[in-house]
């Protein structure tokens, strides 16, 4: 959905910062839904919402949440990468299919300047090449939906918070603070619903 012109300028811009461009697999694609976890009475309205790509700019989105499931919603799947957790764990991209001839991806935007309990997620054109943004290589599935081990660790869960789009949008938790959560917020499970 993102416009022609925008393309090209994030594919200028993105090649320059050597991310890749291969990398599209649409053999077992999935859509991503929220699934509330127990214990947040008032909270259902974070249920069973549909993850995709809200534009920020060239090749830049934030990750973002709508109430219904469609044909254009984000089509996620896994691209491996050659990390794996100090247990063994494979890692992968949380990479996308959004109809362009390359793939979009998850990215976690750790920021390293302060100290913050939440951080904002990112669904950016390319794969790998995301230190300068953020962690994309460290993402797996288990039978509690998407995870992420990756190299700055620290991953707690996902929180899901009605914020600066004026719609629920994605962010992470980061262990070793409280569990506080605003009214406007919310913790998820992220479940592939496969295609
Ligand atoms: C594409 O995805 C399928 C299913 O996950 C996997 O078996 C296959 O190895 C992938 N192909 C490439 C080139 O990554
Ligand atoms: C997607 O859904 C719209 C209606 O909501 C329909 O017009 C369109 O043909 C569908 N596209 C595909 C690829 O199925
Ligand atoms: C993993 O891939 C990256 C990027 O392609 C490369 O720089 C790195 O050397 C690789 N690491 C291993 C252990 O193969
Ligand atoms: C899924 O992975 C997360 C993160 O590593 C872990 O905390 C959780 O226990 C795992 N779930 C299952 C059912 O193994």
Known sequence: MQLLATILVSIALLTSAS???TGLNTSREYNIRTCLKPGQP????FDNLWL??????AGLSDAVFFPTRTNVTAAGYLYPTNQTSAAGQKYYYQAFNLGNPFPWQLVMAFNTNFYAAW?????NAGLGGGDTTGESSGFFL???GLQYGGAEGGFDGWLVCNWWHEMPQLFFRITGYGDFTPLSCAD???MPEYI
């Open 19 to 21: 991310a890749q461009f």
């Open 42 to 45: 008032g909270k259902a309205r």
């Open 52 to 57: 995709d790509d809200y534009h920020t700019g």
């Open 119 to 123: 951080q904002p997620v990112r669904v």
């Open 142 to 144: 288990n039978s509690t």
């Open 188 to 190: 998820v499970y992220l």
